[in-house]
């Protein structure tokens, strides 16, 4: 027999569990694409304390939907190295190219990320960052009902010693810095520079390039990374979203450790 009192209680105390242990974090990644997702697994596996706050129902962001609704996608083999770490088949299609089921992909890099300890906080939305002595400290956070119904609800906030920008084309996060604080980003002209038209090959070597500390605390991912330095999309190819993922990684890890 199942007593529903029971089955209410498990799911507000466990998620009120999770959600107060996240509340300060080594790192919040805003945003749970492909890079977010890639960044938060390696992170998490170093022991880091790791929380991912995506606005969607759906974790995955632009991946599930391969090329126009062709659920694949295409890595070159820099990017293919990342999906066989993570256990997720990549076929050769011609030299260097590869393809790999997007739901595959998606779902693996979740299962990887949570299974490494990140803990992913869906249906929440990052709506403002906390800034103490000229250095991002956390992220403001309301859930994403309450942002679509246009509630006046007040958020909530996490502490974070490091925040990843992960929240693709619309680059949100540095987006709010740059309104609210007028300050100098660490871009040629410090503001954000601004997306450019696709061009895979340029923007696929740029996204690395671009993965970097945008503002002190503050690293960009993926294809924010692009938006907030001024360079080209690229279409349906992940490799730079998985490797500017691993870099974020990398670079905070070597902050932290
Ligand atoms: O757009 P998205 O997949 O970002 P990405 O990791 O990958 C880009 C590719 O999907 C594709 C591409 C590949 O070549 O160009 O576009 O850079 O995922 C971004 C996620 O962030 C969420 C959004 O719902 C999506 O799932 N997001 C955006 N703004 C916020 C947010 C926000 N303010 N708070 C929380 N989540």
């Known amino acids: ?54 606005r969607k129902l759906s974790i995955g962001g632009g991946m599930w939907g391969g090329g126009m609704m062709f659920n694949e996608i295409v890595v070159q083999e820099e990017g293919k190295g990342i999906l066989d770490e993570l256990d997720i088949t990549a076929r050769p299609y011609t030299k260097g190219y590869y ?19 990140a803990k992913i906080f869906n249906l929440v939305s990052v709506e403002d960052l906390v800034v103490r002595q000229d250095k991002v400290a956390g992220i403001v956070i309301n859930w994403t009902a309450v942002e679509m119904a246009g509630l006046h609800v007040d958020p909530l906030t996490v502490f974070s010693t490091f925040v990843v920008d992960s929240t693709g084309h619309p680059v949100e996060v540095v987006r709010v810095l740059e309104r609210k604080m007028n300050v100098q980003l660490l871009t040629p002209s410090g503001k954000i520079e601004g997306e450019k038209s696709l061009w895979s090959n340029v923007a696929e070597t740029k996204t690395l390039e671009n993965t970097a500390e945008v503002f002190p605390g503050l690293y960009v991912a993926g294809m924010s990374a692009n938006a907030t330095f001024g360079s080209y999309r690229m279409g349906p190819i992940f490799g730079g979203m998985l490797l500017s993922g691993k870099k974020v990684a990398d670079l905070i890890i070597q902050r932290i450790k």
């Open 1 to 54: 027999m199942i007593n529903e009192k029971i089955v209410t209680k498990a799911i507000i105390e466990s998620y009120t569990k999770k959600l107060l242990s996240s509340l300060e974090l080594d790192v919040a990644v805003c945003g749970a694409g492909p890079s977010g997702l890639v960044a938060a697994h390696y992170l998490a596996k170093e022991g880091l304390k790791v929380g991912v706050f995506e």
């Open 99 to 117: 393809v790999a089921d997007a739901i595959e992909c998606v779902s693996g890099l979740c299962l990887k990320a949570v299974k490494a300890g």
